[in-house]
Structures are given as structure tokens and as C-alpha cells.
């Protein structure tokens, strides 16, 4: 009888190890400043609440690893930060859930681009010109005076790759925010932009990674550069007196994705509705300097806090808002023809 029972209590606990395993969700981020401003509004408090283990994982943005997951059904993931044009080609792809957004919150308390079928708009971030205020005299205003190397001598930070940079030189050369991707779509425009990115290209110190452009300026290896407001703001956070130009910032969301597949499907609709909420998405602008998608947050925050986001009136009014469908549709060809550009 005692080995019956024996049996039964093991065979009990092996059909138990699977709940167990459900109770820790991996999330995947970009980490840095974001990563640890998530970690303190969302992942920290959501394992108070749902008794559930986050795993923090950081990438940069590899779509291809979760398209090897989701074609060998080897899901590892189960919550995905992605940018904007991911989140549309990924569910084209049929590489993402189609969420549920009665387990999410009420859609009409979102910015209308936070909704989307395969994914939550989680914050707004800026693209933005950044520099120190420590080594520069007088301030640049906007994307004319970051082309202009003769009146501020020095190298100039951009990220490698035509996403931004193109806009940016259109806007550099006289084509206002609002009719940048009107002249862009054009073959006109686009010979425009690239011949006008080629004045600069002596001058420019290529970044890959977010942490790059505020290390630079503190280093002293370039003048200028673009970043991630966040990024800057996190800098700012200790101490370094560097700052931004918002005029001609592009603006755009991230938002949470859940990979075809994932073991914690129902889990991850929990902690997506836990971060939208608006208590949550206040606390995590607090942190960090990225607009909440959730509009009822707004009202929860100081004027200090608000005056710093990409969303805040003044910096938005001369901005340019990221079009998601005409990077889908233009640009694979942009991207390889900047590379053929940048290896001349």
C-alpha cells in the first residue's frame, strides 16, 4: 500500500511540474534605460501581483529568431518589445498572436496607433538631434544646423541605416516635417535625400546600439548626434548636462508582440493588460522619458515629467510622425541602397 502511495504522490507531482513551469513568463526587451525603467513600472510590481516569475531577456530587434521559434514550434518567448514596422511585417507573417483586446482594456483609452490586431502600443519614444550643452556655445535649433559643419565643426552621430537619416537630410535640406514623405516616395525625392546625406558622410560616426549616441557626446567624438530621447534623458538622469533639439524629431511607438506559439499565451495577455493600464504606464514614464499610449496616464503626471516627452506640445508640434506603411512598402529597397551607399 505504501508503494502504491508513493507512486501515486510522484506521478502527482510530475503533472504538477507543468503549472509550475507556467508561472514564469519571459519577456524580451532592448534593455538599457527602457529595460530598467520596464523592470521597475511592470515586471517588479506584475510578480508582486500574479505571483509569477519574469524573465528578462535583451535583444535588438532580430525578427529572425523569433521567425526560427515560431517554424520549429521552439517558442522560448513569451512577450516581445518590437518597433512599429515590425509589428505590422511579423503579423503579416503570421509570426505573432492575434490578441485579444477584451483581456487587454478598452481600446478607446489608447492612442489610435497603440491598436493594432497583433499587437499594444506600449510607449512613444523620439528620435531626436541630442547634444552636450557643456561644449557647445549656442544651441542647434534643428536638421540645417546639424548638417552645417563649418559653422559647428565635428563629427556627427547617426545611426547606420536609412530608416531616419533619410527624413532627417530631407528636412536638413529645406522640405518641411509634413511633407517629408511626400517628396521621399518619389525617385526624385529619394536621389534628393541620399545626394543630401552624402554632404554629411565625411563627418558621420555611425551607432547601432541606443547606448552609443550619449556615450559619444560624453567622450567627446562627435558634435552632434541622433538618439533615442530616452536614452539622453537617462543620461541627464546622472548628471550629464546633455540635451535635445526637438524640432524635426520622428516619432513612433513600440509595442508588445506575443510569438506564435508561446507556452503563456494567457499569462502574457495578463501582464500586457497589467502594463497599459494607466497607473502602470505613469510610473514607467517617471523613469524614463517615453510618452504613455494610455491617455488616461497623462492626467496622473506632473508638469516636470510630461514637459519631457516626446508628446508633450512644444516638442511635438515640429515633429514628424514615423510612417509605418511606407517603410513596409519602400523599404527593403531604401535599406539596400543605403548599404551599397554606405560601403562606397
Excluded at 506584475?46 to 535583444?59: L, M, Q, R, T
Excluded at 541627464?236 to 535635445?244: C, D, F, H, P, V
Excluded at 514628424?320 to 562606397?344: C, P, T, V
Aim: charged content about 25%; proline content about 5%.
Amino acid at each position: 500500500m505504501r508503494r502504491i502511495t508513493v507512486v501515486a504522490a510522484a506521478a502527482a507531482a510530475l503533472l504538477a511540474l507543468p503549472a509550475l513551469a507556467q508561472m514564469q513568463l519571459t519577456i524580451v526587451n532592448f534593455g538599457g534605460a527602457n529595460g530598467a525603467a520596464q523592470k521597475k513600472a511592470y515586471f517588479e510590481p506584475f510578480e508582486k501581483s500574479a505571483g509569477v516569475k519574469v524573465v528578462a531577456v535583451e535583444y535588438n530587434g532580430e525578427q529572425a529568431k523569433i521567425k526560427a521559434m515560431v517554424e520549429t514550434r521552439k517558442v522560448s518567448w513569451d512577450l516581445v518589445e518590437v518597433e512599429s514596422p515590425d509589428v505590422n511585417r511579423g503579423c503579416d507573417e503570421g509570426l505573432f498572436e492575434t490578441l485579444d483586446w477584451a483581456k487587454v482594456g478598452n481600446k478607446a483609452d489608447f492612442q489610435p496607433a497603440a491598436v493594432h490586431a497583433c499587437g499594444v502600443g506600449t510607449f512613444v519614444w523620439s528620435t531626436v538631434l541630442a547634444y552636450d550643452a557643456d561644449k557647445l556655445k549656442a544651441a542647434p535649433k534643428n536638421w540645417a544646423d546639424f548638417w552645417d559643419v563649418k559653422k559647428v565643426p565635428g563629427k556627427r552621430g547617426m545611426r547606420k541605416g536609412a530608416r531616419y537619416n533619410l527624413e532627417f537630410a530631407l528636412m536638413a535640406d529645406g522640405v518641411p516635417p509634413a511633407e517629408v514623405y511626400k517628396v521621399l516616395a518619389t525617385p526624385a525625392g529619394a536621389d534628393r535625400a541620399f545626394r543630401k546625406l552624402g554632404e554629411l558622410k565625411p563627418h558621420i560616426q555611425w551607432w547601432e546600439a541606443g547606448a552609443q549616441p550619449p556615450q559619444f557626446l560624453v567622450a567627446g567624438d562627435v558634435a552632434m548626434t541622433t538618439a533615442y530621447n530616452g536614452r539622453i534623458d537617462a543620461a541627464q538622469r546622472e548628471g550629464r548636462n546633455l540635451a535635445i533639439a526637438w524640432t524635426g524629431g520622428i516619432y513612433d511607438l513600440d509595442y508588445w508582440v506575443i510569438p506564435k506559439g508561446s507556452p503563456n499565451k494567457e499569462l502574457a495577455h495578463k501582464f500586457i493588460a497589467h502594463a497599459s493600464g494607466a497607473d502602470a504606464q505613469a510610473e514607467y514614464a517617471r523613469n524614463i522619458s517615453y510618452g504613455p499610449t494610455n491617455n488616461k496616464a497623462l492626467a496622473k503626471l506632473d508638469a516636470k515629467v510630461l514637459e519631457k516627452l516626446p508628446t508633450a506640445p512644444a516638442n511635438a508640434k515640429d515633429a514628424l510622425q514615423f510612417d509605418i506603411r511606407f517603410w513596409a512598402d519602400q523599404g527593403e529597397a531604401l535599406e539596400k541602397r543605403f548599404a551599397s551607399w554606405a560601403a562606397q
